[in-house]
């Protein structure tokens, strides 16, 4: 009985959602911006309360019974009451409860300002170091695509940096021949007959170029190139992916509303 | 045959009503929206009842599904708990309960192949629905005496506190196998690295298309796009739900084709050959 109310509600407020977006009838409308986003809220807050004593019912546990690492509770405890005491007791400045918590001069606010965000701060930063290893296991050159991306990614770096807007054309032409014929190393037999049509590309194609007037063509501005990576198959990519996540999105909302998708009651 | 048509006619009958009712109870500049839902539900209704009547389903193989079930029996192998993410986001986003009914289809094979399971939260409504779910998985695979209520646990509300929270319980515990599956933001790649630098097999899946990249560089498998919101129902291997993972890939056909014939007369109609701009009609008003 529990579980059938359960899809009861889940099926009902799901189409009564649904509904609020296309009907014009403004009780309903109202219900569906203001009224329910207001319960969900309310629900929100409620639990979380449920989350705090989790938090406690786990750490005191955890030191009651000595399990691994039960030290680093003590920390995560002692910061947890200290704040309760900053927050609702101890307040540290000359404006009242309440208001003392955005009060520059107040316990918690020293508190938010020294600890709190330095913490967040530096585990922020830390993604930048991440973004590093990951960039580096990305660029190994393993495949095709891999080679793709590590041309792309070089690219999108030095056109987006000053250095970039003061590479002539002449050298990017000479960065493209280099990656051609990177591209094509595995297929030449005689690796002097490739250095020879290397050297002679680098040195000819230039002035072909010049003497045809193309060189202020876009390609051969690397900043411009990189725009267009960004613009055009980038944001094809990422659009494929966003109409697959809409349409993975209204299925999975289908599956629920119409009781289908039970896995998150258990079933 | 007969059986099928009210899938061809309920939505016509349905749109007539729509665009052609005399009095104004739809609500105006949501016109695109509401044929697209329409057509998309009838489509998944239709392939749900063609899978309902015993037509066979075919699926091309997921990897990062398939992996699922590896990672949870290595973790086994290994007598390492399995990690499970669900993002840091509320319910109030469809990737957290996506995240959820995954839990659901995990908790499941962890109760099965006794792993341990660990599931660190960061909303406390979050918290409650992963311990029911993980509750009635433990529960309907009869290994009840198997859930521990702190299995599912929170940690706090803050980003980054979350993921150094849950980074601690990577390189604490050492996990065989860890799952992102959720709303992720920049915590995504802190949390990926930290799984990546303890050797666990990571299966990640988002509809947070700014962190699929880095989800894709630092995870073994990734649920791209609509393949995250499609899990469960592969999971589930019923054939209602492959029924309506077939409705939904054949949307996406249309809507290629659709893409192609707008393309197309987009560009008779920048030269000039033809004077209706198809693409005005696809103008929503999302964007005011």
């Known amino acids: 009985m529990k579980r059938q109310l359960a899809y009861f509600l889940v099926i009902f407020i799901g189409f009564l959602t649904l509904f609020g977006h296309f009907i014009n009838y403004s009780p309903l409308n109202n219900f569906i911006d203001n009224d329910a986003t207001q319960w969900f809220d309310i629900i929100s807050g409620f639990a979380a309360f449920l989350g705090v004593i989790n938090l406690l019912q786990l750490h005191l546990n955890k030191i009651a019974n000595k399990r691994d690492n039960w030290r680093y509770s003590i920390i995560t405890l002692a910061g947890f009451i200290i704040m309760i005491i900053f927050g609702f007791i101890y307040n540290g400045s000359s404006v009242a409860m309440g208001p003392h918590l955005k009060e520059d001069g107040s316990a918690f606010y020293w508190m938010f300002q020294n600890?709190?965000?330095?913490?967040?701060?530096?585990?922020?930063?830390?993604?930048?170091?991440?973004?590093?290893?990951?960039?580096?296991?990305?660029?190994?050159?393993?495949?095709?695509?891999?080679?793709?991306?590590?041309?792309?990614?070089?690219?999108?770096?030095?056109?987006?940096?000053?250095?970039?807007?003061?590479?002539?054309?002449?050298?990017?032409?000479?960065?493209?021949?280099?990656?051609?014929?990177?591209?094509?190393?595995?297929?030449?037999?005689?690796?002097?007959?490739?250095?020879?049509?290397?050297?002679?590309?680098?040195?000819?194609?230039?002035?072909?170029?010049?003497?045809?007037?193309?060189?202020?063509?876009?390609?051969?501005?690397?900043?411009?190139?990189?725009?267009?990576?960004?613009?055009?198959?980038?944001?094809?990519?990422?659009?494929?992916?966003?109409?697959?996540?809409?349409?993975?999105?209204?299925?999975?909302?289908?599956?629920?509303?119409?009781?289908?998708?039970?896995?998150?009651l258990g079933d | 045959m007969n059986q099928y048509l009210k899938y061809i006619f309920s939505p016509i009958i349905i749109l007539l009503i729509y665009f052609f009712f005399p009095f104004s109870i739809f609500l105006s500049g949501n016109e695109t929206t509401f044929v697209c839902v329409i057509l998309l539900c009838f489509v998944v209704e239709y392939f749900i009842e063609k899978a309902k009547n015993g037509e066979e389903i075919y699926m091309r193989p997921i990897a990062a599904i398939k992996a699922m079930e590896e990672a949870v029996g290595r973790a086994t192998e290994m007598g390492k708990p399995v990690l499970y993410v669900p993002g840091i986001s509320s319910l109030d986003q469809i990737d957290t309960i996506s995240g959820l009914t995954i839990l659901g289809h995990v908790a499941g094979m962890t109760a099965e192949y006794d792993a341990s399971l660990h599931v660190p939260v960061c909303v406390p409504i979050v918290m409650e629905t992963a311990k029911e779910t993980c509750k009635e998985s433990y529960l309907k695979k009869g290994r009840p005496d198997l859930y521990r209520d702190d299995m599912v646990h929170y940690v706090t509300d803050d980003q980054f506190a979350y993921a150094a929270g849950v980074n601690g319980i990577m390189l604490r515990e050492k996990p065989a196998a860890v799952f992102f599956q959720g709303k992720f933001y920049a915590e995504s790649l802190i949390l990926a690295e930290t799984g990546n630098s303890i050797g666990a097999i990571q299966i990640a899946g988002t509809g947070s298309s700014s962190q699929i990249p880095f989800f894709v560089t630092a995870c073994d498998y990734t649920l791209i796009g609509e393949e995250f919101y499609a899990a469960s129902a592969y999971l589930s291997g019923s054939p209602e739900m492959l029924g309506s993972i077939k409705g939904q890939d054949y949307v996406k056909v249309g809507c290629m084709i659709l893409i192609l014939i707008v393309f197309i007369s987009s560009i008779l109609n920048g030269y000039g050959f033809i004077d209706f701009d198809i693409s005005s009609l696809f103008r929503t008003n999302i964007i005011k």
């Open chain 1, 115 to 264: 600890i709190y965000l330095p913490l967040g701060a530096t585990m922020f930063a830390l993604l930048a170091f991440f973004v590093a290893s990951a960039s580096y296991r990305a660029f190994k050159i393993r495949n095709f695509e891999a080679t793709l991306l590590l041309i792309s990614g070089v690219f999108l770096m030095i056109g987006r940096v000053p250095v970039g807007q003061l590479i002539p054309w002449w050298m990017a032409l000479e960065i493209y021949i280099c990656l051609f014929f990177a591209l094509l190393a595995n297929r030449f037999e005689e690796k002097k007959k490739m250095l020879f049509s290397l050297v002679l590309c680098i040195a000819v194609l230039p002035l072909i170029i010049y003497y045809l007037n193309l060189h202020n063509l876009s390609i051969f501005k690397i900043p411009e190139l990189q725009e267009w990576i960004m613009d055009v198959p980038a944001t094809a990519g990422s659009r494929a992916i966003m109409i697959g996540i809409a349409l993975g999105t209204i299925a999975q909302s289908y599956r629920i509303i119409t009781g289908r998708e039970r896995s998150i």
